[in-house]
């Protein structure tokens, strides 16, 4: 079992430029949810997909958009990329009653 | 905002248990209480989650108060490589799975030789 896994690891981006990030959750896991880390903070909730819904919304502006597709997997989207959108941006996955498993993330840098 | 208060840090004597704190005095009837921790540039990592009773797995056993305004996590033997920062969250279940998790400042363990 492979865990989560997230793709790219590393990527920069110029301001007002759009991204897309990956994330495969871990085998049997329904539900994915993603986060923003800036550098010494702790991880921030964008939003959670559960049957290609989303479901909860954290306090992130409309430029943060994502997708659940029908085998689980999912993508974060983030328009209009400012320099203070420079995270870890982290996915985790999760089922019925049990804890979420996140992936090492992928490094963002908006230049 | 955060719903728990915890330690900024915390050191420990490899071998010995670690015993970590969390107070989280406005748990509402439906709110789990979750445990996680990071190593320095990964992803957090589960650790163990209960509702009122005490629960234990392989990686550490969590006692929760009887009003379950408090909590502790503890390793039983901690080793260098438990040296991490530990996050104590309260989270409520949406459709029987984890809902959002928000993360407070938790508690750096330095786990000492």
Not at chain 2, 30 to 53: A, C, D, F, M, T
Request: glycine share 10%; with cysteine; aromatic share 10%.
């Amino acid at each position: 079992d492979a865990g989560v896994t997230q793709s790219p690891t590393h990527l920069i981006k110029t301001r007002g430029q759009q991204v897309t990030l990956r994330c495969s959750p871990k085998s049997g896991h329904d539900t994915v949810s993603w986060y923003q880390q800036a550098l010494g903070q702790g991880p921030q909730f964008i939003f959670q997909y559960y049957e290609e819904e989303e479901r909860q919304r954290g306090n992130f502006p409309d430029r943060f958009s994502g997708h659940q597709f029908p085998n689980y997997s999912s993508e974060l989207n983030v328009n209009a990329l400012l320099l203070g959108d420079s995270a870890l941006y982290l996915c985790a996955s999760s089922s019925l009653g049990g804890g979420a498993f996140f992936g090492q993330g992928t490094r963002l840098t908006v230049v | 905002d955060a719903k728990t208060t915890q330690p900024p840090s915390m050191d420990c004597a490899e071998g010995r248990a670690a015993n970590l704190p969390c107070n989280h005095s406005t748990i509402s009837g439906n709110e789990y209480v979750y445990w996680y921790r990071q190593i320095h540039s990964q992803g957090p990592q589960y650790i163990i989650h209960g509702l009122k009773n005490n629960e234990t797995n392989e990686m550490a056993s969590l006692i929760i108060t009887e009003d379950r305004k408090s909590s502790t996590l503890i390793l039983p033997h901690a080793t260098l490589r438990d040296t991490a920062v530990y996050y104590c969250i309260v989270s409520p279940h949406y459709g029987g799975s984890q809902g959002n998790l928000i993360f407070g400042k938790g508690t750096k363990l330095s786990v000492k030789p």
